[in-house]
T-cell receptor
Framework: EAQVTQNPRYLITVTGKKLTVTCSQN?????MSWYRQDPGLGLRQIYY???????DKGDVPEGYKVSRKEKRNFPLILESPSPNQTSLYFC???????????FGSGTRLTVV | GQQVMQIPQYQHVQEGEDFTTYCNSS?????IQWYKQRPGGHPVFLIQ?????EVKKQKRLTFQFGEAKKNSSLHITATQTTDVGTYFC?????????????FGKGTKLSVIP
């Protein structure tokens, strides 16, 4: 089944403890992206990647890192999480980047 | 940067009534995409509009892209309880290789049976 898989689905962590949210897609898509969703603010793009080793900042990149060493994987790294990074995170992928994205099921992160 | 405004923020309708959500961009778009997110779910791609003045239909859903490629609308005819969710528009800029997708804040649709 064609899908984008994120892990974990839920995560509670403490301020400053490094964490990684994994994202993997099995559709051979070139474009991948991370979004955060907050009430009243909608979906905001954190980072996106056009291909292996090619990434660029979205609207809210501060406090996040990404890497794209393989086509299928696009992990989101929070080096030193803070409470204002508590949010619902979505990974998404697209074959061409200018057509519809397939979203993962989301990761609900709480930083205390 | 590019901004995409979407109204209304909330809409409550009686089952069988029509529903429309509107999207407006601060800049000309190369394309606009529409997504639906069910409560507790993730956004699901519905459709993409590319051409100026384009109209596309999916059963009871009608999507329009404005002549200036800066605004769009989604109209649902005779809503059903299965239409409940938040509808997002998302626009991509006109520049070649512009892959940043900017989402509107969404319209949350409630359908009263």
């Amino acid at each position: 089944e064609a899908q984008v898989t994120q892990n974990p689905r839920y995560l509670i962590t403490v301020t400053g403890k490094k964490l990684t949210v994994t994202c993997s897609q099995n559709m051979n898509h070139e474009y991948m992206s991370w979004y955060r969703q907050d009430p009243g603010l909608g979906l905001r793009q954190i980072y996106y990647s056009m291909n292996v080793e090619v990434t660029d900042k979205g609207d809210v990149p501060e406090g996040y890192k990404v890497s794209r060493k393989e086509k299928r994987n696009f992990p989101l790294i929070l080096e030193s999480p803070s409470p204002n990074q508590t949010s619902l995170y979505f990974c998404a992928s697209s074959l061409q980047g200018t057509y519809g994205y397939t979203f993962g099921s989301g990761t609900r992160l709480t930083v205390v | 940067g590019q901004q995409v405004m979407q109204i209304p923020q909330y809409q409550h309708v009686q089952e069988g009534e029509d529903f429309t959500t509107y999207c407006n961009s601060s800049t000309t778009l190369s394309n606009i995409q529409w997504y639906k997110q069910r409560p507790g779910g993730h956004p699901v791609f519905l459709i993409q509009l590319v051409k100026s003045g384009e109209v596309k239909k999916q059963k009871r859903l009608t999507f329009q892209f404005g002549e200036a490629k800066k605004n769009s609308s989604l109209h649902i005819t005779a809503t059903q309880t299965t239409d409940v969710g938040t509808y997002f528009c998302a626009g991509q800029g006109p520049g070649a290789g512009s892959y940043q997708l900017t989402f509107g804040k969404g319209t949350k649709l409630s359908v009263i049976p």
